[in-house]
């Protein structure tokens, strides 16, 4: 006979493959990912179950689900586990914010519940989490690629969390900021609303003077690229601060043109790269210590302009 149990879980969906389940297959297998936090594929009565918990009822009406379980995130220990309040210790959430750097996903939090198990380990109770809230629905900025995390995917994943555990007291307010906006423009559907969050979110790394905002941008994320081993020339960087000026002032973005989706993307890649290596990397991770560091590793051009191609 096991004690009675409380389980925080997430599910992703099939919704975000948009029938298109090409290439490398979602994550299946039961993974552990750090403490009590798991990731895999979870038994189809769970999943029935939390969904229909999750799921709005009309008056006698209740909707079928459209979608079916991918894979979910879950953490077996929860802190408060006779509460009702989901993933208090943020566990969950922070699996998930760095599960983005790894690889963009579209699991929100729509289906997110507590769990409770009688001493039998059947389930009694199921509450739901924040699935009409902040990242209920979450956004890819390319619904044509792969939107699911690979069993690759999970292993780079949980050394990610270990280092992330390791220096997360540690990480400078910049990079804090940059993975907080990072994890916000997941809420948000449109590319035109996003760039400015993204782009908000690299020049809280190298953003150290009040003037010359533009010259800061074009100067320095090209060679905070490069040293990612990505490409983003300075065109690419005068362009994408460019159309950010513009979006931040009210203008319209073409977003039929898939050049335009193409900078932004690269733009998103050059932030989640920049992320992830300073929480992995020590020596890097101190560049966004303070200002004067970024100064060095970084200086503006002598010329008046940004330097072309």
């Excluded at 006979?1 to 029938?19: E, K, L, Y």
């Excluded at 905070?224 to 362009?239: C, E, H, I």
């Amino acid at each position: 006979m096991n004690d009675s149990r409380t389980m925080d879980i997430v599910f992703a969906t099939t919704g975000q493959s948009v029938g298109q389940m090409f290439g490398p297959k979602p994550v299946r297998s039961r993974t552990h990912l750090y403490q009590d936090v798991y990731v895999g594929f979870c038994g189809k009565e769970l999943w029935g179950k939390v969904s229909k918990a999750c799921r709005p009822a009309g008056y006698s009406f209740a909707p079928r689900p459209q979608y079916g379980q991918l894979y979910a995130f879950w953490n077996e220990n929860p802190a408060d586990p006779s509460g009702f309040n989901w993933d208090p210790d943020q566990r969950l959430r922070t699996a998930i914010a760095l599960s983005r750097l790894v690889r963009p996903t579209s699991i929100g939090f729509k289906y997110a519940a507590r769990v409770k198990f009688d001493t039998a380990n059947q389930i009694k109770e199921i509450d739901h989490g924040p699935v009409n809230e902040f990242l209920a629905q979450a956004y890819v900025a390319h619904a044509t690629k792969q939107n699911w995390l690979t069993d690759e995917d999970v292993v780079i994943l949980k050394g990610l969390l270990a280092y992330f555990h390791a220096v997360s007291q540690d990480l400078p307010e910049r990079v804090q900021r940059a993975l907080w906006n990072h994890e916000f423009a997941a809420a948000i559907q449109w590319i035109d609303v996003r760039w400015t969050v993204i782009a908000t979110a690299l020049e809280s790394l190298i953003h150290t003077d009040y003037k010359r905002s533009t010259k800061q941008f074009v100067d320095r994320v090209p060679p905070l690229a490069a040293r990612l081993n990505l490409g983003f020339s300075p065109q690419d960087a005068r362009d994408a601060y460019d159309k950010r000026s513009s979006l931040a002032h009210g203008q319209k973005l073409d977003t039929t043109d898939d050049t335009t989706t193409a900078l932004y993307c690269r733009m998103e890649e050059v932030l989640r790269a920049a992320i992830r290596t300073a929480i992995e990397d020590e020596k890097f991770r101190d560049i966004f210590r303070d200002a004067a560091r970024i100064r060095e590793e970084f200086p503006l051009s002598k010329n008046s302009s940004a330097p072309q191609c």
